[in-house]
């Protein structure tokens, strides 16, 4: 069973949410005039240029220098500026040591945007995907991190993200298309998981997803139901902080938890799930679905979707596994060469 093509969804889909970030960002700067923008030789692919079109006097192009730019907009932020600074998050995170001291400890108010997140991107490959990038913002003490699943989520997101969220912030985002999942006029819940596709009935499998894989959960759950399964999906965009209460509340009810993410299973989404239910006394048990413990490699985003387990079909197929009690099909991941 294969899932529904990306290169053929996007046919009839919204757009990325880096674009949807672009847009937001040019509004917001209408009305905010201490947003200041940052971006690493990467402004077209960010969509940071958007921004810098209309207000180049607040746009800064810093160079292939992330460190640079990292310390500098943690300056800014200190001299009264909201600072946005922008360049791939495998390239962001790889200045890990520059956001701990210079952003997180110095409880900067800083919003770091990482865009062209995990498998997603396709052909460029590993070294520009960003596969464990949750897993390090999430380490650092006074950073929020956040993940929208499409263009309406991304642009209320940066509404918040401007006018009440306080300290460093990471925010991920995809360069593919994704289609429009938020439901008409729903208000915004900073923090709160969002049930997107209710279950036909008690949900005997929750879905818990992120970002991209949102929409691939979804088409899950429509195969599931046609098998018989009632299953749920709902959306994370808050990593941290986390909907821990929620979560326990669906993991009490539920026959199976599963999470999908365009990330390390080792650190992201599976990680927060596995936390909040770890002192239950019970729940469901708990499905993580992801990049495993492997590298990224360059290919359709369709084929390593399918690849990494995290097409809607492959989601569907591992759930019925692990339904069956073959946790040890369910759970395997890529096969590894070389």
Known sequence: M???PLRRLEEKMAKATRQSF??????????????????ADLAKSTKSDLFAKKFP???????IAEANMIGTAAGLAFTGKLPFLCSFGCFLTGRYDTIRLSVAYAQANVRLIGTHAGI?????????????????MRALPTMGVFQPMDARETDLLMDYLVKQWKGPAYIRLTRQNLPDLYPANAPFKPGKLMEITPAQGKAQVVCIASGATVAEAVEAAKALSQQGVSASVWNAHSLK?????????LAKEA???VTIEDH?????????VAE??????SHAPLLRLGVQDTFGESGEAVELYEKHGISSGQIARRVQLALKGEWAEATRGPKHHG
């Open 255 to 257: 026959k199976l938890l």
């Open 57 to 63: 006097a607040r746009f800064v192009e810093m160079g």
């Open 276 to 281: 909040a239910i770890a002192t239950a006394p």
């Open 264 to 272: 390390s299973v080792i650190g992201g989404l599976g990680s927060c």
């Open 2 to 4: 294969k899932g529904l």
């Open 22 to 39: 672009g847009e937001a960002l040019a509004r917001l700067g209408e009305t905010h005039p201490e947003i200041v923008v940052l971006d």
């Open 120 to 136: 997603g991107i396709g052909d460029d490959g590993h070294s520009q995907m960003g596969l464990e990038d949750i897993s390090l």
């Open 241 to 249: 902080p986390f909907d821990g209460q929620k979560t326990l509340e």
